[in-house]
Each structure stands twice: as C-alpha cells, then as structure tokens.
T-cell receptor, first 113, second 115 residues
Framework: DTEVTQTPKHLVMGMTNKKSLKCEQH?????MYWYKQKAKKPPELMFV???????INESVPSRFSPECPNSSLLNLHLHALQPEDSALYLC????????????FGDGTRLSIL | AQTVTQSQPEMSVQEAETVTLSCTYD???????LFWYKQPPSRQMILVIR??????QNATENRFSVNFQKAAKSFSLKISDSQLGDTAMYFC????????????FGKGTRLSVIA
C-alpha cells in the first residue's frame, strides 16, 4: 500500500474541461512534488512545494495550476489541456529533515480527448 | 547541472540468476544521494535502494546491492536470485545534498525476468 494517495487513478477529459488531480500524504512530509511521465520515459519534474509554498516551477504551461492548501494535500488544477498533455501524473513527498528519499503515489493516468 | 545515464534500455535475466544494471552520472557536487527506483506495470515508483555519497560502504537491501564507485561516478545495481516480481522499469536517480531538491532521473532500464 502506498503512503501517498492520488485520486483519481484514471481521468479522461476534453480539451475544454476543467478538472483537478488530488494528492494526499499523512507522513508529516513538508515537501511535495508533481511529476509528469510519458510512456517509457522517466518522470519529469513539474512543481515543488516546500512548507506549502511553491519553490520550483519547471516552466510548466499555465494550463496546469498547482495548489497546496495544507501540508498534507497537493492539488493540480487542469484547464484547456492539449492532447500532448496525456500522461501519467505522479505525486511525491519527502521529509525536510536531512536526507530522505521521495515517496511516490500510484499516479493518475490522464487522457485528453 | 547533473545528468544520469543508463546505457542499457532493456535487459533480461533468467529466474534465480543475477543481473547488474549500470548507471553513471555527472556532477560537480561532492555530497549527494543516489537511488534506484523500480516501476512495475502497476506504475508505482518504489524505492529499491539508496546510497549516500559520503559513505564508502556499498548499500545492500536483501537481494539488491549496489557497486558505488565515486571517483568513476558509477552506481550499478545488482539483483541476486532474480524473481518474476522483479520485472519492471528501473530508474537510477541523483539528488543533491540540500533538502527538498528534485530527483534527476536516468532514462531507465526495462528488466524482464524470464521463467
């Protein structure tokens, strides 16, 4: 069982829709991450939140809007996506105390029609 | 900038045999962490093993061990007594010492364990 929970597991949406991906962890981690992963490729970093503040934005298009309402929750709001945005979206979290690896969720598989 | 190279896109191994996956990296940092993550078809990224660069002793986790050569910037993963459940994509990853820094991933090696 994963300690990082992502919902939904699958999402199909049209290019004009607005939807949100959700990520939750209860490990007390203060850093949370969004990655995008295309098939047979490594994950690509999108955003990093540290203590609920956005610390890294890897030049992600504005149609992706992250939000960190509290230390346990991370959202990714989607609007006017393109077919090339179809991918697996992975959330991860890590502790801020010294060296700690990132723990990943199962991901949301997103398909844009 | 750091880079991670995995030169073997695909590998296969017979069940119960041993296989080694290679990983090299480039960095100007002296202190950092290295990881191997496994991603089975179920798609969750699972941490397999970790290595702190300041430790000379190679990390070991049950059937998984690494050969860490800091001077050569090499970090290979050895899987002993391979099992069918080891079939997955394996990613080598680098992380700088400072907290909450992103992982830099290699392109991955697809490992198939054959019965």
């Amino acid at each position: 069982d994963t300690e990082v929970t992502q919902t939904p597991k699958h999402l199909v949406m049209g290019m004009t829709n607005k939807k949100s991906l959700k990520c939750e962890q209860h490990m007390g981690h203060r850093a949370m991450y969004w990655y995008k992963q295309k098939a047979k490729k490594p994950p690509e970093l999108m955003f990093v939140y540290s203590y609920e503040k956005l610390s890294i934005n890897e030049s992600v298009p504005s149609r992706f809007s992250p939000e960190c309402p509290n230390s346990s929750l991370l959202n990714l709001h989607l609007h006017a996506l393109q077919p090339e945005d179809s991918a697996l979206y992975l959330c991860a979290s890590s502790s801020d105390r010294g060296y700690q690896p990132q723990h990943f969720g199962d991901g949301t598989r997103l398909s844009i029609l | 900038a750091q880079t991670v190279t995995q030169s073997q896109p695909e590998m296969s191994v017979q069940e119960a045999e041993t296989v080694t996956l290679s990983c090299t990296y480039d960095t100007s940092e002296n202190n950092y962490y290295l990881f191997w993550y496994k991603q089975p078809p179920s798609r969750q990224m699972i941490l397999v093993i970790r290595q702190e660069a300041y430790k000379q002793q190679n990390a070991t986790e049950n059937r998984f061990s690494v050969n860490f050569q800091k001077a050569a910037k090499s970090f290979s993963l050895k899987i002993s007594d391979s099992q069918l459940g080891d079939t997955a994509m394996y990613f080598c990853a680098f992380m700088k010492l400072s907290g909450n820094t992103p992982l830099v991933f290699g392109k991955g090696t697809r490992l198939s364990v054959i019965a």
